[in-house]
Each structure stands twice: as structure tokens, then as C-alpha cells.
């Protein structure tokens, strides 16, 4: 695969075009975007090769789209519709479901990999791409039996090769776990930093009494709006019910603490420890 698109070079496109460069000297990274700009800062921190369109499909090896899931969407059956019959084109999605339901009757269905590399940071853009991000993270795809053998073959191997494990799901299945242990997360995460913002309007007084339990915690506030409000649109009805779930454990935690029960407050946390060993387990 020496010829490789990647439309949307920021964190994930972006760290993506660096494992794969390193371990493929030869290809061509070429990069598309909607902002010129932020083409010229990718070729400028020497994540792409080349500016290129959606026209010069025809000539990669492999196509990946790196954008927000709402545009991916849209964008998805114009880039099939260019691509050659050998080329593959991957996408990075936070969902998967309505992703793989725009394709599921175009012609070259075959040449689609639906994927979805479980890594990242808070940062977006460009300058956020880092080298190594996916080593030891997990790549979850979704169809695999959609997508033509040797291209399979072919995607596996190169995210393989820059560290990833791989797990095969529906993407039913992907779009309802992925709400409990990432999407729900980022809102509750947005919705500390909101709550701590609106009550504490001196952000001075904040930040000097922050620690790293609050930093750590409201990390993935400094999340795009951008990427994020498509996923939670997209996930809307797995959000929502994940969201019930939350909201009624913090109900109960509310109960219990009015009522004085502190033992049961003590047993619900030293319950809820045992998700280090889960942790520790996967890792």
C-alpha cells in the first residue's frame, strides 16, 4: 500500500499517517480536508506528502477517513464511488451503525473496512498527532465479512504492524458497549467541567485547588464539540439509556447519602473497586 489518502489529518488521521509511514518508508501519504490551512500545518509537520482531492481517488491504495461521523456519513459513497477496484477505503468512527448502513448496498461495499482504533487524547487537530498512539490499543471491526479477502488481509496487517490488537464486532453490538466506557465518560466528563464552572465563578479559586483526581476527571471536557455532538446524534438511543442508568446510580448515591447510610456507601465503592482488576485483566 504505497499510495495512502488520509481526509481529515488531525489526531487519529494524522497519528495514523506517522506509524504507517514509518513502517512503510516508500508510501505517499497524500492528505484532504476542507481547510487548505490545515493541510498546510499537516504538510508542514511532515504528517502528509502531498494536498490532494477527492477526484485523485482513483489512484490510492488506501483511503482514510478521519472526519467527524456525520460527515463521514455523507462523505462515504462519493469516496467508494472514486476509489479503484483494488483500492480500500477505512473509517475511524466513534459509531459504526449508521456508518455501515449508507455503504451496505453500494457496488463496492467490498472495498469498505469498518473500523473504529479505540485511542486518543482530548486534543484535536493537526498538532495532536503523535507517534505511537496505537500501540497496545484496540482496533474494533465491524462486517468484516463484507469487505473483499485479500484487502482484509492487507488492513489487518498494517494495523498489526503499528501495534494494535484487533476484535471483530456487529456494529449494533460496538455502538451500544462503546456508549457505556466512552461515550458516556466524555458527558460526564463535559458536565463536571460544566457544573464546576457555573458554581465557581472564580476560575483562579478553581484551578489553585485542583488537583490531579479533578484533572484527570475532567480531561475529556477539552474534547471537540465538533467530533462529539455527531457521535451523541448518531448513538442517540444507547447514549440515552446508558444516561438513565448514570443518572439513576447517582440518584441513589444522593438517597443514601441524605438518609446517613455511609455503610452503604462504604459497601456500593468497595464493590465497585473490583473494575481495577477488570482493568488490570484487559490490560
Known amino acids: 500500500m504505497n499510495n495512502i489518502f488520509v481526509?481529515?489529518?488531525?489526531?487519529?488521521?494524522g497519528s495514523l499517517a506517522i506509524d504507517i509511514k514509518k513502517n512503510n518508508p516508500n508510501a505517499v501519504i497524500h492528505g484532504i480536508g476542507r481547510n487548505d490551512n490545515t493541510l498546510d500545518e499537516a504538510l508542514a509537520l511532515k504528517l502528509i506528502d502531498k494536498?490532494?482531492?477527492?477526484?485523485?481517488?482513483?489512484?490510492?491504495?488506501?483511503v482514510i477517513v478521519s472526519i467527524p461521523v456525520d460527515a463521514t456519513v455523507k462523505i462515504l459513497p462519493t469516496v467508494l464511488d472514486n476509489i479503484s477496484d483494488t483500492g480500500l477505503v477505512v473509517d475511524v468512527g466513534s459509531t459504526k451503525l449508521d456508518i455501515c448502513k449508507v455503504v451496505e448496498n453500494h457496488p463496492k461495499r467490498r472495498n469498505f473496512l469498518a473500523m473504529h482504533p479505540i485511542a486518543g487524547t482530548?486534543?484535536?487537530?493537526?498538532?495532536a498527532a503523535i507517534e505511537g498512539l496505537f500501540v497496545g490499543k484496540t482496533n474494533i471491526v465491524c462486517e468484516v465479512e463484507k469487505t473483499t479477502f485479500k484487502l482484509q488481509e492487507k488492513a489487518l496487517k498494517l494495523f498489526t504492524d503499528i501495534g494494535m490488537r484487533i476484535r471483530y464486532m456487529n456494529p449494533e453490538a460496538h455502538d451500544k458497549h462503546i456508549a457505556y466506557v466512552s461515550h458516556l465518560s466524555h458527558i460526564s466528563s463535559f458536565m463536571l467541567g460544566k457544573t464546576v464552572i457555573e458554581k465557581e465563578k472564580n476560575e483562579r479559586d478553581i484551578f489553585d485547588m485542583a488537583g490531579s483526581g479533578f484533572a484527570s476527571t475532567v480531561r475529556l471536557a477539552k474534547s471537540s464539540p465538533e467530533m462529539w455532538t455527531p457521535i451523541f446524534k448518531q448513538n442517540k438511543d444507547n447514549v440515552i439509556e446508558t444516561l438513565e442508568e448514570y443518572i439513576n446510580n447517582l440518584t441513589h448515591?444522593?438517597?443514601?447519602?441524605?438518609g446517613d447510610d455511609f455503610e452503604a456507601i462504604f459497601n456500593e465503592m468497595k464493590q465497585t473497586n473490583h473494575i481495577k482488576e477488570i482493568l488490570n485483566g484487559i490490560n
Request: net charge negative.
Open 7 to 13: 481526509i481529515g489529518v488531525g489526531l487519529i488521521g
Open 122 to 127: 482530548e486534543y484535536s487537530g493537526p498538532s
Open 51 to 62: 494536498k490532494a482531492t477527492l477526484e485523485d481517488l482513483n489512484q490510492a491504495d488506501l
Open 253 to 258: 448515591f444522593k438517597d443514601l447519602m441524605k
